[in-house]
């Protein structure tokens, strides 16, 4: 469903540059809506399945909302990456200003935030009931060499870009914005590896050639995946009626 809807939505945008019809713009907005209630459905399922399902034992109501916020934030953190890279190699030179930087500095750092009050709100709720099948999922995590983990993982999602985003000129400046993303990403990937690695692993983190392995694979895919569609198409909507709009935003 994920992939029917994105390649739907990507033929309309095409379409649009094409024909410059304004409907077309209509029906993205239309199939965007339905799609936003598809996804978060589907992917608080997801993550009860893909991951929750590692511990039977354990359940967690907000655990789908939370690995939505990682999600999210995640997801602008790699929009950063692309839009600063694409800004630097040309493509999006003419397009992208410190304007449209620091729009996405304040995203990053709201949703960080976000990802922060949910992790507290479900480690507390927790903590308080001290229900051993609950408790089970964070004393695990919390012993010998797990524990530096846990808290590398507050710091990288949340204390990092919180304290390097306050500044205004962090959001504006491009190669600082990356880095702070690249943080952020290195946040979420360690935040899954803690939500997968203990349940069937030893006392000790593990981190070996199969996990090498598929981080290489999925960045590789994904570059593969994005340079050809980036070649096949202008990375910017030409035909979108808000395109003379946005080129001239202020915050």
Do not use: C
């Amino acid at each position: 469903m994920w992939l029917l809807f994105t390649k739907t939505i990507l033929k309309t945008s095409r379409l649009q540059d094409d024909t410059r019809d304004p409907a077309a713009t209509t029906k993205n907005a239309r199939l965007s809506v339905i799609f936003l209630l598809v996804f978060g459905v589907t992917f608080w399922l997801a993550s009860f399945d893909w991951m929750m399902s590692l511990e039977p034992h354990w359940s967690s109501t907000i655990f789908g909302i939370y690995n939505f916020a990682g999600m999210f934030s995640s997801g602008l953190a790699v929009i950063i990456l692309l839009v600063v890279w694409l800004r630097g190699a040309g493509p999006l030179r003419d397009f992208v200003t410190d304007e449209h930087l620091h729009d996405l500095g304040k995203l990053l750092f709201g949703f960080s935030t976000f990802w922060m009050y949910i992790w507290f709100s479900q480690y507390m709720l927790i903590w308080y009931a001290n229900i051993p099948e609950e408790t089970v999922h964070y004393v695990k995590r919390q012993q010998q060499f797990w524990m530096p983990l846990f808290i590398l993982n507050m710091i990288l999602n949340w204390v990092v870009p919180f304290v390097a985003l306050l500044p205004k000129r962090t959001k504006r400046t491009g190669n600082l914005l990356a880095k702070v993303a690249a943080v952020v990403l290195l946040g979420r990937w360690l935040d899954l590896y803690l939500m997968v690695q203990p349940a069937p692993g030893g006392p000790n983190p593990q981190f070996g050639l199969w996990e090498a392995a598929a981080m290489a694979g999925t960045f590789a895919l994904f570059l593969l995946v994005f340079v050809r569609a980036v070649r096949s198409a202008p990375p910017v909507p030409l035909g979108d009626l808000r395109l003379t709009e946005s080129l001239q935003y202020h915050n």
